[in-house]
């Protein structure tokens, strides 16, 4: 009966693991043959924790649910002395520090992406750090990325100083130059990139029609004041060949020196730090990057991350388990990775205060991993998942229980009379 109160009580709880009792006997002495003592029976309640509840539709992009195995690992404080707790209760939400918590007051963890937007999983916890995203408020973030979709008017006339061209002679990269010979690109387009202190830098992508389908383009900062002058000569940080296949998609795009490969390292004067810039001009065989058609030349989109970033939005997580920020700009930055714990035996696992369990023995190790990898669920957000108690089932089994001690206490009243037989025999 107790454990059908805790499943009605907790019908609304989110992620809630309905307590199912299951029953054992208990003999007294199974030897005898000629005569039987009653023994009796003992109640076992199982919680079923590998059931999935059902996801049901949220409001706030921060409730989770995970489709599929596993659990959120959280803390129930900010810090590694703290006792972890693993629960798939996702009603999280930001706290007046920042931190997001669940309505059990459970702080999720998670890996803080480099600048790269990687993760490392060494599989400790001791890796993992409480998700908070306030503490991006009023911070810098360098560009790490710049993408365009261009289009290179096929039918441009081929440069007169196509013959001459060598690296860094095109005007956007000439013009910084004391002296030298300066060739006019055929196109040029400038970009916004930022250092790590939030500082604007102007990226001019300059493109000299050669040949047939094929082009030269450079990557220069302008003024070349901005970078070192022996990393990056006059503000060149990169040149490249591009060919176009016959039907105007990229057939290539080769870079050359000097200028390092794609991603390109560009070093600043101003002392600030910078991230390797990728360069994404689509890739060979597409129309989804660079492209040569009849139309004049152009940027149809495209654009540089990074820069100052200011309030917070909105939160957003993908089914990937990657927290990121979206600012009030617009812009958005990637800066957690949610792992999923899962474990050999989840219905082993120890029940805990907060809709939460703790590991133990029976349970058998944990193991974290993204979500979707290696038998992890995946996320999903503006989810919650539902208490896995069937109502009608436990009132159900709250008559069963019912009758059934009913009926066992008949015992008690038919062997009370049986004695009371045995004593009127002597009168």
């Given at each position: ?298 940027l149809i989109s495209g654009?540089?991350d990074g820069g100052v ?119």
């Amino acid at each position: 009966m107790a454990t059908v109160a805790d499943n009605i009580t907790n019908i609304n709880t989110v992620a809630y693991k309905g307590v199912e009792a299951q029953f054992r006997t208990l003999v007294t002495d199974g030897r005898a043959s000629s005569s039987y003592s009653a023994g009796g029976v003992a109640a076992s309640p199982i919680a079923q924790v590998s059931k999935q509840g059902l996801l049901q539709a949220s409001g706030s992009t921060t409730d989770l649910a995970i489709d599929g195995n596993g659990f959120f690992i959280t803390r129930s404080g900010t810090t590694e002395s703290d006792p972890v707790a693993y629960t798939r209760a996702g009603s999280f939400k930001p706290d007046e520090e920042g931190y997001l918590r669940n309505s059990s007051g459970l702080y999720l963890y998670g890996w803080r992406l480099d600048a790269t937007g990687k993760a490392n999983n060494t599989g400790s916890l001791d890796t993992l750090s409480p998700v908070r995203l306030s503490d991006l408020v009023g911070t810098a973030a360098p560009t790490t990325k710049v993408q365009a979709r261009i289009n290179l008017q096929s039918d441009a006339a081929i440069s007169s100083s196509a013959a001459s061209y060598a690296t860094g002679t095109m005007a956007a990269y000439s013009a910084n130059a004391s002296s030298g010979t300066k060739i006019e690109p055929t196109f040029t387009r400038p970009f916004t990139i930022y250092d790590a202190q939030g500082g604007s830098h102007q990226l001019n992508m300059s493109f000299l029609k050669t040949d047939t389908n094929e082009w030269k383009m450079e990557a220069v900062v302008v003024p070349a004041s901005d970078v070192d002058a022996t990393a990056n000569p006059n503000g060149l940080v990169g040149s490249a060949t591009v060919e176009f296949n016959g039907d105007g998609s990229l057939k290539a795009l080769t870079w050359d020196n000097p200028g390092a490969d794609s991603p390109l390292d560009i070093k600043y004067t101003n002392g600030a730090d910078y991230q390797p810039i990728d360069i994404d001009l689509g890739s060979p065989n597409s129309i989804a990057g660079i492209t040569s058609f009849g139309q004049p030349s152009s940027l149809i989109s495209g654009g540089a991350d990074g820069g100052v970033l200011g309030n917070i939005a909105s939160t957003e997580v993908s089914k990937d388990g990657i927290v990121s920020a979206i600012f009030d700009d617009g812009s958005t930055r990637k800066v957690f990775q949610l792992p999923i714990a899962t474990f050999a035996n989840p219905n082993g696992l120890t029940r805990v205060s907060g809709n939460a369990y703790s590991a133990n023995r029976q349970s058998g190790s944990m193991t974290m991993n993204a979500p979707g990898e290696l038998g992890a669920g995946k996320l999903s957000s503006n989810t919650l998942e539902a208490s896995t108690v069937d109502l009608a089932g436990e009132f159900t089994n709250m008559i069963r229980f019912q009758r059934a001690y009913s009926a066992s206490s008949k015992i008690i009243t038919t062997v009370d009379d049986m004695l009371r037989e045995v004593s009127d025999l002597k009168r």
